[in-house]
Structure formats: C-alpha cells, structure tokens
Antibody, heavy 120, light 110 residues
Framework: EVHLAESGGGLVKPGGSLRLSCAASGFIFSSYSMNWVRQAPGKGLEWVSSISTGGSQIRYADLAKGRFTISRDNANNSLYLQMDGLRAEDTAVYYC?????????????WGKGTTVTVSS | QSVLTQPPSVSGTPGQRVAISCSGS????????VHWYQRLPGMSPKVVIY???QRPSGVSDRFSGSKSGTSASLAISGLQSEDEADYYCSTWDDSLNGPVFGGGTKLTVL
C-alpha cells in the first residue's frame, strides 16, 4: 500500500527551527518528485516546496524562500523540510504529498500531516 | 489571500445538485489542468477530480468537473450527507512556478 508518514512537528518559539521528515513506502520513491503543502488553522491549502526525483530541481513558494530547505534521501525513502526563522504565521499542519507523475500533476497521495505550532 | 477564488460556502439538501466555482487567471487555470480535492473532517485531502474532468477510480460518478477560460467548476449531483466536506481547486501557476490552491469551499448538506 502506498503510504506517506510525516513526523517532526511540535511547538517552537518564534525564530526557532524544526526539521520535518516524511517516510515513504509502497512505491518507488526515487521515481517521483515530492511536495510539502501546509494548511494553517482556518485557512486553505498552501504549497510550500517541491523537489525533483534526484533533488537537482527545487522550487519554493515565496513564503518559504530563504527560510525553508527541502531535501530528500532516496536510499532511505525519505523527504525532509528544514524550517528556520519560524514565524507565528508558519503555524499549520504540514503535509507530504506525491504528484501523480510529474510536478505539474495532481497530488494523488497525501500523508496524515504533522502539526507545527510557532508560539512564545 | 489565495491565488484561486472560491466561494467560502455552499449548501444543499440531499438529492440536490450543487456547483462550486473556482476563478483564476491566464497564468494558471487558462493554461493548465485543474484538480479538485475533498477534505473530510479529520482527514487528509483526497483528489476527486483531476485534469479538469477526470474521476479517479473509486470516486462516485456524482462528481464532475469542467473548465472554461479562467474558471473551473466542480458539480456534485444527488447530494448525500457523506459529501459534507471542504473542497479545494488547484492548478499550476506559470508565473509563480508552482501549484496554487483556492481558499476552499465548505459544503453543508442540510
């Protein structure tokens, strides 16, 4: 069964850092680009970042540029999001998602999400 | 402020047909495929329509999608209580160089 499981969320003070992880199983992880998408309380879905199969092509939404770093470890079927300089507005559930085939396609696999709370 | 515009809420009674609109621009909806996600309470989003009007296996044929110009629409016919959820449209944006989402529409089955 295709499965994504996020971890690493928690409570952090403004200006702090967190590293989110996503463990993939049930498919050939190295064959798929991957995304991070978030949803703040009471708000809509918001794309954060994408990474290509080998990690050479990386895209960030403006909200993440200069503060977040996406990476992957294909040997261990894992996706990561290093988040630095966290702000209250980064409080959200962060989802790891898999596009259907290419990065332009719909996201056909979603994890359950991990909650990040930025508060003093 | 989301790049794609959806009504915050729609409602209908069981058996009715409802439609949810999604408005974008020439850099997103007009040039790219539109997808629709359903988020049931307490669950992760799930795609119900992809590439404008395609239904994944397992999704009821009561769900249909359409696109024209810079707008798209999701229709749900024969409304059922289990359809009560938040619905999000999404597409690629050529200017932002990434996927964009609508703000979401809460569907209430009265």
């Amino acid at each position: 069964e295709v499965h994504l499981a996020e971890s690493g969320g928690g409570l952090v003070k403004p200006g702090g850092s967190l590293r989110l992880s996503c463990a993939a199983s049930g498919f050939i992880f190295s064959s798929y680009s991957m995304n991070w998408v978030r949803q703040a309380p009471g708000k809509g879905l918001e794309w954060v970042s994408s990474i290509s199969t080998g990690g050479s092509q990386i895209r960030y939404a403006d909200l993440a540029k200069g503060r977040f770093t996406i990476s992957r470890d294909n040997a261990n079927n894992s996706l990561y999001l290093q988040m630095d300089g966290l702000r209250a507005e980064d409080t959200a559930v962060y989802y790891c998602t898999r596009p259907h085939i290419t990065i332009f396609d719909h996201m056909d696999v979603w994890g359950k999400g991990t909650t990040v709370t930025v508060s003093s | 402020q989301s790049v794609l515009t959806q009504p915050p809420s729609v409602s209908g009674t069981p058996g009715q047909r409802v439609a949810i609109s999604c408005s974008g621009s020439s850099s997103n909806i007009e040039r790219n495929a539109v997808h629709w996600y359903q988020r049931l309470p307490g669950m992760s989003p799930k795609v119900v329509i992809y590439t404008n009007n395609q239904r994944p296996s397992g999704v009821s044929d009561r769900f249909s999608g359409s696109k024209s110009g810079t707008s798209a629409s999701l229709a749900i016919s024969g409304l059922q209580s289990e359809d009560e959820a938040d619905y999000y449209c999404s597409t690629w944006d050529d200017s932002l160089n990434g996927p964009v989402f609508g703000g979401g529409t809460k569907l209430t089955v009265l």
